[in-house]
């Protein structure tokens, strides 16, 4: 039987503190009954309840997360400058360096209990990069790793190497939380301002850019959705 995953698109425009909260509540549920269940098993009942698997669709107004290795200096506007192109700026605790979320570009918050799968943060890694694989593979484009970096790339090992879809985690008693960012139609000019994941000699991707024309982000939803079931071998409530 497959596990279910609780699906919900929480729409655009919304406030990353506002999300990140909410995911760090869907963790805290998930923690509380592990916690529960392990003092079940040590009194030896069986009343033991199930944790709840969750993925999360987004779209955040413009704003740069840092995470918690990352490297103060790859943000290169000041706050006046983020005043001006209406961005904000916010330390996370996730993990990678600091990248850009805004408009038209899809971020993916999946709230795992790895227990359930299995326990292993870098397979869980892989899978989500094979997710946003097969997903570009339906326009076209061959999604790839590059080693060492997280993310999904195109044309690795080329000079002009560009990474289409950032990734950065944080799992605490193996529940996973924050996740992944596709640039759909994302508006590029946003990344000048920083340096992406901390790299300095790579470039940038969207489907946009690549194809030569705006994407529907429905239908990127539903592509990645698709993948997501198929990779994780899960079906979606």
Excluded at 140 to 153: A, C, M, N
Excluded at 159 to 186: D, E, Q, Y
Aim: hydrophobic content about 35%.
């Amino acid at each position: 039987m497959k596990q279910i995953v609780e699906f919900q698109d929480l729409g655009i425009n919304r406030d990353y503190q506002e999300i990140w909260d909410y995911q760090e509540s869907l963790l805290a549920e998930n923690i509380a009954v592990k916690q529960y269940n392990r003092a079940q098993e040590k009194e030896g009942s069986s009343d033991f309840k199930n944790t709840k698997n969750h993925l999360l669709f987004v779209e955040h107004p413009h704003v740069y997360t840092l995470g918690k290795s990352g490297h103060l200096e790859n943000m290169l506007a000041s706050s006046d400058k983020l005043n001006e192109i209406n961005a904000t700026f916010v330390k996370t605790n996730r993990g990678g360096d600091i990248t850009y979320h805004g408009p038209q570009q899809l971020v993916g918050y999946p709230i795992m209990d790895l227990d359930t799968f299995k326990p292993d943060i870098h397979l869980y890694m892989r899978n989500l990069e094979e997710v946003i694989i097969k997903t570009i593979a339906e326009y076209g484009l061959k999604g790839e790793r590059s080693q060492g970096e997280t993310g999904v790339w195109l044309d690795v090992g080329r000079p002009f190497a560009r990474k289409i879809c950032a990734m950065g985690v944080k799992a605490s008693r193996w529940v996973t939380m924050h996740g992944f960012a596709l640039n759909v139609n994302t508006d590029l000019r946003y990344f000048e301002y920083i340096v992406p994941c901390g790299i300095q000699d790579k470039a940038v991707a969207s489907l946009e850019r690549e194809l030569g024309h705006q994407v529907d982000m429905n239908e990127v939803k539903a592509f990645t959705k698709k993948h997501f079931a198929e990779v994780f071998d899960v079906e979606f409530k």
